[in-house]
């Protein structure tokens, strides 16, 4: 069993920065991939990066891309998403994804979630 708990979430203004915490416990992770994904009011949940713990190796989704960085620190066991540049779309809850694959892109290919934590970008 492995059990997630996403930290960092708040209300931020455009341009603004926040980086989101998933520490994660249980079964060991050392070829797992680890993902975030958002979901915003009335919309599906979405994929926004993923990274493999073992060699660390990442991929961000276009809307992701140049603003977003997901990240791991394999000693704290615990997985990052620095957010820049943040704009009100980006308003969602985010949830942290632990995969028993060594690579996932889609929400079908995660075992493991997290509760969220809320994201508020104001313009």
């Known amino acids: 069993q492995v059990q997630l708990v996403e930290s960092g979430g708040g209300l931020v203004q455009a341009g603004g920065s926040l980086r989101l915490s998933c520490a994660a416990s249980?079964?060991?992770?050392?070829?797992?991939?680890m993902g975030w994904f958002r979901q915003a009011p009335g919309k599906e949940r979405e994929f926004v990066a993923t990274?493999?713990?073992?060699?660390?190796?990442?991929y961000h989704a276009e809307s992701a891309k140049g603003r977003f960085t997901i990240s791991r620190d394999n000693a704290k066991n615990t997985v990052y998403l620095q957010m820049n540049s943040l704009k009100p779309e980006d308003t969602a809850v985010y949830y942290c994804?632990?995969?028993?694959?060594?690579?996932?892109?889609?929400?079908?290919?995660?075992?493991?979630w997290g509760q969220g934590t809320q994201v508020t970008v104001s313009s």
């Open positions: 249980g079964r060991t992770f050392s070829s797992y991939a």
């Open positions: 994804a632990a995969s028993l694959l060594r690579w996932a892109l889609t929400r079908g290919a995660y075992d493991y």
């Open positions: 990274i493999n713990w073992s060699d660390g190796s990442t």
